[in-house]
């Protein structure tokens, strides 16, 4: 028998609209945004705060995710610009991924379902879902270039790296009603993830859905591999609320760099060895799982018992990401292997073994794996980490 996954516990249907400087530039100017009022973290009640809080995602560099008000803002948004309609979700963007490379079948956990979802879950995967009717409720997914400015006011708005942005209100996601047949088929399964408390906004309904998971999680097999990957939070006091419920009842604990620092409360030098061990010192402390892992766009490690165990899933992870980042939806098994066979990037490769010599003193075992020098003029940001944790999970399968 094959190595049965369980992933949970909510897909998306997503709106990736494709980058336009000349559109944004005219709606700022339609709009009459002022450089000063760029801001990542605004409420968004209305499309001109959308553009506010994007672009101020762009001049910072950095990627997130963010509540909308109602989902017709989003809807209105994307209309303005190209789009393709995709599935998202860390448990099923995973899934299209195992299907894809390693035709690894996977029972995904839905809590909302349409027909783009029938159309477009891969034929080997199952699903249980919660959802007693069918509804839509896009995510926006902006993926924005390095170098390729937005004027606002007379200024440049230009990110000196690639990264990608999540717009969102979802309210069977927000909810996150669970099927009650979750609880047995963790139990039959050898891999179960679980990811997507980050939307919720209820301290007393998150409890609720974090003591059925619990519940479940204390009812997997032994031997059977536990997997959370975590993510940024609508509102951020209730991650601790997920910290506490979880954090000892899985085998790993994942997050990307981003996740790491919010954790930590400060920004982290992903090149400094010793900066990075601090960091994983600090996490631990503020994450006791038994195993942490952090995936970056120059490496991935583990943290903790186990770790080296581990990395024939940090390189599968990381080349699961690599042939997205480098071909989109579209990549295909010999993009795989090609990606597979490329040289890790020397600033990765270096900082591994510092980090490996560094951390392992100060954080207790430490396996990390660089990640592959890539270059192409318009790289896929979208998923990324979506993808690398269904490389990740795939390399298990090989335990």
């Not at 940090?314 to 795989?336: E, K, Q």
């Not at 192409?376 to 490389?391: E, H, N």
């Amino acid at each position: 028998m094959g190595t049965r996954y369980v992933l949970g516990l909510g897909g998306t249907v997503d709106y990736e609209i494709d980058w336009d400087p000349a559109t944004l530039t005219r709606l700022a100017a339609e709009w009459g945004l002022r450089a000063d009022e760029l801001d990542a973290g605004v409420p968004i009640l209305s499309e001109r705060d959308l553009l506010r809080s994007l672009l101020g995602f762009v001049r910072d560099g950095v990627g997130g995710e963010r509540f909308v008000a109602s989902s017709e803002i989003v809807e209105a948004f994307a209309r303005r610009f190209e789009r393709r309609v995709t599935l998202g979700g860390t448990c099923v963007r995973a899934a299209i991924a195992m299907d894809r490379v390693r035709d690894l079948p996977a029972l995904v956990h839905l809590v909302s379902i349409d027909d783009d979802v029938r159309r477009l879950l891969p034929a080997s995967t199952t699903y249980l879902c919660s959802a007693d009717r069918d509804t839509t409720d896009p995510h926006l997914i902006v993926q924005y270039p390095a170098a390729s400015p937005v004027r606002v006011a007379g200024e440049d708005v230009v990110a000196a790296h690639p990264n990608r942005l999540i717009y969102v209100n979802d309210p069977p996601n927000l909810e996150l009603v669970l099927h009650p047949g979750l609880g047995d088929a963790v139990a039959a399964a050898d891999v179960t993830l679980m990811s997507g408390f980050n939307v919720i906004q209820d301290r007393a309904l998150l409890a609720d859905r974090l003591a059925t998971v619990a519940a479940a999680l204390d009812g997997r097999a032994p031997g059977s591999f536990a997997y959370f990957e975590d993510a940024g939070y609508h509102v951020p006091a209730l991650r601790a609320d997920v910290r506490d419920a979880l954090a000892g009842r899985v085998d790993a604990w994942a997050m990307n760099e981003d996740e790491l620092q919010a954790w930590i409360g400060r920004a982290v030098d992903l090149l400094d060895a010793a900066d990075v061990a601090k960091a994983l010192v600090d996490l631990r402390a503020a994450v006791p799982a038994r195993t942490l892992v952090v995936h970056t766009r120059y490496w991935a490690l583990a943290s903790g018992p186990g770790a080296d165990d581990l990395r024939p899933a940090l390189r599968g992870g990381i080349t699961m990401a690599s042939t997205r980042y480098l071909h989109g939806d579209d990549f295909t098994v010999d993009d795989y292997a090609a990606t597979g066979a490329r040289e890790p990037g020397p600033l990765g490769a270096r900082f591994a073994v510092e980090v490996e010599a560094v951390a392992g003193a100060a954080a207790g075992a430490v396996a990390c794996e660089p990640a592959y020098a890539l270059d192409v003029p318009r790289p896929t940001t979208i998923g990324l980490g979506d993808t690398f944790v269904g490389g990740f999970l795939a390399a298990l399968a090989d335990r």
